[in-house]
């Protein structure tokens, strides 16, 4: 896989520092990230409703890179927005991109809103060029940078290579579909509903944890609508 070219700062995934980030971007501040505390079913339920993402960090190797290469083409509904990770240590932004756009009619995003603009301005560009039309966003760009900098753990440089990553989780036209700009296209993991989407993307984070027994680096928040 080739190495981005342009290089952002890391994105901490912390409630506090991602739902600065959602309201200057111009989401609705009833809509704000909180902390997924496992995958239990009596803590499942205690992730605030309406929620309309999870976005999961874990730990990346090469392997994990090499997995999807020859994976079939699915299909996936019309309706998803889905963009390349062009940009190294931007898989924070993309994610929270992926999570929003995806769910921008249940959120009601203002088209004059930072991300609003942003989304309009992709249009019908192809999922490389909404990539490429990221690494121009200055915009957004500063944001990144203002709160990648605020984290509670020490902020790293643009250079710093970070074998975490980001993906988002979103349920869109019936079916639960797996957000990651590294990969070819979204992945359609199945039928899925508004009623039942926490517990069919717990099963999908379930799924990535079950491939690193081994690793602890695990964080899943929600975006969730609190008032």
């Known amino acids: 896989m080739a190495e981005p070219q342009v290089r952002w700062m890391p994105l901490e995934s912390n409630p506090e520092v991602m739902n600065k980030y959602i309201s200057l971007l ?124 605020e984290g509670q753990t020490a902020a790293l440089a643009a250079e710093a290579k970070v074998d975490l990553h980001f993906v988002a989780l979103v349920q869109v036209d019936g079916c639960l579909y797996e957000f990651d700009g590294c990969k070819p296209t979204p992945v359609n993991h199945g039928n899925s509903s508004d009623e039942t989407f926490v517990m069919d993307a717990a099963r999908v984070c379930r799924e990535f944890m079950a491939k690193n027994e081994n690793e602890l680096r695990f964080t899943i928040v929600a975006l969730s609508k609190l008032v």
């Open 26 to 149: 111009g989401v609705p501040t009833s809509w704000q990230f909180t902390d997924v505390f496992g995958l239990d079913p009596e803590l499942l339920c205690m992730i605030p409703q309406p929620c309309c993402a999870l976005i999961l960090l874990f730990p990346i190797t090469q392997d994990y890179y090499g997995a999807f290469k020859d994976e079939p083409k699915q299909e996936v509904s019309e309706k998803l927005f889905f963009m390349k990770q062009t940009i190294r240590n931007a898989c924070g932004t993309i994610g929270v991109i992926h999570a929003v756009a995806n769910a921008r009619e249940k959120i009601g995003i203002d088209e004059t809103s930072v991300i609003g603009k942003f989304l309009v301005d992709c249009g019908k560009l192809d999922s490389s060029d909404k990539g490429k039309r990221l690494e121009t966003d200055v915009s957004i760009q500063n944001l990144h940078k203002q709160c990648a900098s």
